[in-house]
């Protein structure tokens, strides 16, 4: 799979919109980009996830740059439940289900 | 709906020693994979299970194994701890090896001394 690039860490203020940005210069045609985060002393928790067009759920935003080399995922309110490390990971549609590549991800805190 | 359960939550071993981890998937789901987390660092993949059968393996020695049985429940058996064994142990379910989400249970975490 894959790598990505991803900032160590970020700060937000509670109630702020955070972008989260994650660099993939080596994505191939067949990449999801995919986002987990995981909480303090909690396994990882789905996100979102995107090929092309941008993504929106009830946690996120995903906006995907037009060349798939960049994307961002946007926490439109950032609360403090929200401070968490955030794992931007390509996934082949092809390949195994279960073998998620996961980098250090970017760690992010939220300040009341 | 029951998430995925994993137990224990936390052990100590010893170098040496055998350890069996197990791990009950999302009802509905076929597919359950494991995960090692060192401290500080992302999950890394150990191996997946579909329909019990082993269906891909990260790059981890054969003293990891690992069953799954016909409930989709798995287990993670690991002999002969050595102490960088010490970690976060992530067990996750999926309805299918191609749906585009994976649900974790909260990790068994193994101290080896």
């Known amino acids: 799979d894959a790598k990505t690039t991803q900032p160590n860490s970020m700060e937000s203020n509670e109630e702020e919109p955070v972008h989260l940005p994650c660099n993939h210069s080596?994505?191939?045609?067949?990449?999801?980009i995919h986002w987990y985060r995981q909480l303090p002393s909690q396994g990882p928790e789905y996100v979102i996830h995107?090929?092309?067009s941008n993504v929106n759920n009830r946690m996120a935003s995903l906006a995907i740059a037009e060349d798939r080399k960049s994307s961002t995922l946007i926490l439109h309110r950032a609360t403090l439940r929200d401070a968490a490390v955030y794992y931007c990971?390509?996934?082949?549609?092809?390949?195994?289900?279960?073998?998620?590549?996961f980098g250090k991800g970017t760690k992010l805190s939220v300040k009341p | 709906e029951t998430g995925v359960t994993q137990s224990p939550t936390h052990l100590i071993k010893t170098r040496g020693q055998q350890v069996t981890l197990r791990c009950s998937s999302q009802?509905?789901?076929?597919?359950v994979s494991w995960y090692q987390q060192a401290l500080g660092q992302g999950p890394q993949f150990i191996f997946q299970?579909?329909?019990?059968?082993?269906?891909g393996r990260g790059n981890f020695p054969p003293r990891f194994s690992g069953l799954q049985f016909p409930n989709y429940s798995s287990e993670l058996n690991v002999n002969a701890l050595e102490l960088d064994d010490s970690a976060l142990y992530l067990c996750?379910?999926?309805?299918?090896?191609?749906?585009?989400?994976?649900?974790f249970g909260e990790g068994s975490r193994l101290t080896v001394l």
């Open positions: 299970y579909y329909r019990e059968e082993e269906n």
């Open positions: 009802s509905g789901h076929n597919t």
């Open positions: 996750a379910s999926s309805p299918g090896v191609a749906t585009g989400e994976l649900f």
């Open positions: 080596t994505i191939s045609g067949t990449d999801y």
């Open positions: 990971i390509l996934r082949d549609v092809g390949g195994s289900q279960g073998n998620l590549i």
């Open positions: 995107g090929l092309t």
